[in-house]
């Protein structure tokens, strides 16, 4: 993009599937550019998250790159829903053919961005103390990669091995003839339990939420398959694109309230019985939106555990209540609930029988003792924003990132923050991320960013901040999106409600991925509307911004955005 080689045109944070394609794509578009990897290898999530039983479960048709057919083409698939070691060998296998390892400097933790108003430029700073000098900081540091601690006191003072599933050791761990509590039941615990029942002396599963637990219904992919698949693949994204949540599964727009009982019963066996994670939220349009609507599902999980649980007492605590379906993420798991039907798996109720605190020997609650040798913390992520506040970000006049987000993040479609020039979030909060499918969320990210970069270089604009005005706006829509959903009356890490002290502000944007994209389309169209764009003549003489006209466009934009549906 400039003249001095000792400048960068971008730092890249990350090498998981959003810091990869990244780096392929910034590169491709000519900017040079210098990614950080805090591990030693790529994989981001799928690098850190490798305890027993860690799958992906979006289908992996789905949850893969699209960018490249011939990538598509060559890649076989073993599993519907691949392991995360299988997902490593994926992004091994793209980091190396399209040769972006060369761009990536691992072992390398970013501490710092700071950026200098005068010169326009972003001084990244690294564990290793080295600055490096780049116009644009691109975090690509994912939306749950920082674990949360279970917050209990004595922890540190017990005896046996600790491990939390985020930060999973790289070798093999043995569970032989061990005594293993896992605290925690969202999708890491769930998926966790159900690889060690039967695998170690005894399992102790520490619930403190019951959720809903639908069929992964997993399979091999034989040949023929993934035959099927590929000769479709143009098709199905093509249609992926354009839907809520990223993938090509039609939303039916029917009332659950409005069926009979005979239609719905028929409707939630057949997604039982051939389900994927979002297959009960496609049955009916109400669901998400209609609490008696959401009820009959509710209610028909409830059915199927009680079947499936021998023990009537243990299924009447792993039924899920006082949040609606969906609204925490469900989980798939095609043996969970029945591990309870093993003499060797415990099911301690925390709403029964709370924690008080760990010692050397285990766990101790409000009824006593219980004995561990290895303890799994399962307790989930300081999702969304919780990789970002973790760097030292210092925008215009030195503002700290934290102190603007203290009361809740804020971007401007979850792609920039007001005050932060030349920051690109990749699936930051306030876009779709992770209520959508997260490889097809980044692609369209990334892509955006892209062409953003593109249209700056071309027309000889050296920055570009989010508009104050169309940050509000955007970020009311959010809230005015969810606010018509029942996503609010769950306590989630959607709405940071799982770390203490974290502001509760609902992030991810609920109005769907296909109308996302079309709005992130539109600004681009309209020159970047709700941004502020200053020429690079005008940077150096004064602060003045090109497109000030802009600003009532912005405004006028922005409150068109209220009107949006979800
Ligand atoms: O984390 P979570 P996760 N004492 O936050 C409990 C993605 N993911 O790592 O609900 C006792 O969902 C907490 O209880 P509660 C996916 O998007 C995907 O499982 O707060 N318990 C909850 O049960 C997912 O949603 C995949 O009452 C404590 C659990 O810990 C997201 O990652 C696989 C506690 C945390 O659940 C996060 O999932 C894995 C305490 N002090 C993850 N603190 C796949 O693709 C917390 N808990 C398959």
Known sequence: MGQDSTILDAVIVGSGFAGLYAIKRLRDAGFSIQAFEAGDGIGGTWYWNRYPGARVDLECWDYSYSFSPELQDEWDWPERYPTSSELMRYLNHVADRFHLRESIQFNTKVTSAVFDEQANLWNVTTSYGKTVKARFFVPATGVLSVPKPPEIPGIETFGGQTYHTGRWPHHEVDFTNKRVGVIGTGSSGIQVIQALAGKCKHLTVFQRTAVFVVPAKNHPLTPAMRARVRATYGERRAISRLTRFGIAVPMS?????????????????????????????????????????????????????????????????????????GTKRPCLGDTYYSVYNRDDVELVDLRATPIERIVPEGVVTSDGLHELDVLICATGYDALTGALTQIDVRGLGGRKLTDKWSEGAKTYLGLMTAGFPNLFTVTGPGSPGPLANMSMSIEQHVDWI??????????????????????????????????????????????????????????????????????????????????????????????????????????????????GGA
């Open 253 to 325: 727009s029917e009332s659950a309230v409005e069926a009979t009982v005979e239609e719905r019963q028929k409707k939630y066996e057949n997604a039982w019985e051939n389900s994927q994670l979002l297959g009960f939220r496609m049955c009916y349009g109400d669901i998400l939106a209609d609490e008696a609507a959401n009820e009959t599902v509710a209610e028909f999980i409830r059915g199927k555990i009680r079947e499936i649980v021998k023990k009537p007492d243990v299924a009447e605590k792993l039924l899920p209540r006082g949040f609606p379906f």
């Open 450 to 563: 892209t062409h953003c970069m593109e249209h700056l270089r071309d027309h000889n604009i050296d920055r570009i901040e989010a508009g104050q005005h169309a940050e509000e706006a955007w970020m009311q829509h959010v809230q005015e999106i969810v606010s018509r959903t029942l996503y609010l009356k769950a306590n989630s890490w959607y709405l940071g409600a799982n770390v203490p002290g974290k502001p509760q502000v609902f992030l991810p944007y609920l109005g769907g991925h296909g109308t996302y994209r079309k709005k992130c389309d539109d600004v681009a169209a309209a020159g970047y509307e709700g941004f502020v764009l200053r020429h690079r003549a005008e940077s150096e003489a004064a602060n003045e911004p090109v497109n000030a006209g802009h600003g009532e466009a912005a405004r006028s934009a922005a409150a068109g955005m209220l009107g």
